[in-house]
């Protein structure tokens, strides 16, 4: 059984950083995909970093140059947020499929985080 467990999130005034950590346990597949998602009040979830087992990643627009997600094989996955804005403030979820296949257009992961709370300050 795959489970997701996250730490981190928390309150940072707008230009700050954080740091969110999963710890991944149960996935055994040699192919996968890593990701982080996030849900602001009010609007729809959205995915904005993907990592695979290669260690090939990819960052939406949203967040490229701000956010970067890295992986611990497939011990644990981490997202590094600095240049933090107010419209980052959302529930972030960490998960993980056993298909290399996800992206932007096809991002239905099998497993998912708790989710934990981001809140930007100005």
């Known amino acids: 059984q795959v489970q997701l467990v996250q730490s981190g999130g928390g309150a940072v005034q707008a230009g700050g950083s954080l740091r969110l950590s999963c710890v991944i346990t149960?996935?055994?597949?040699?192919?996968?995909?890593l990701g982080w998602v996030r849900q602001a009040p009010g609007k729809e979830r959205e995915v904005i970093a993907f990592?695979?087992?290669?260690?090939?990643k990819s960052h939406s627009d949203s967040v490229k140059g701000r956010f970067t997600i890295t992986k611990e094989k497939t011990d644990a996955l981490y997202l590094d947020m600095n240049s933090l804005k107010p419209d980052d403030t959302a529930t972030y979820y960490c998960?993980?499929?056993?298909?290399?296949?996800?992206?932007?257009?096809?991002?239905?992961?099998?497993?998912w985080g708790q989710g934990t709370q981001v809140t930007v300050t100005s």
């Open positions: 998960a993980a499929d056993p298909r290399a296949t996800l992206y932007y257009g096809n991002w239905d992961f099998a497993y």
């Open positions: 149960g996935l055994k597949s040699k192919f996968y995909s």
């Open positions: 990592i695979w087992q290669d260690n090939s």
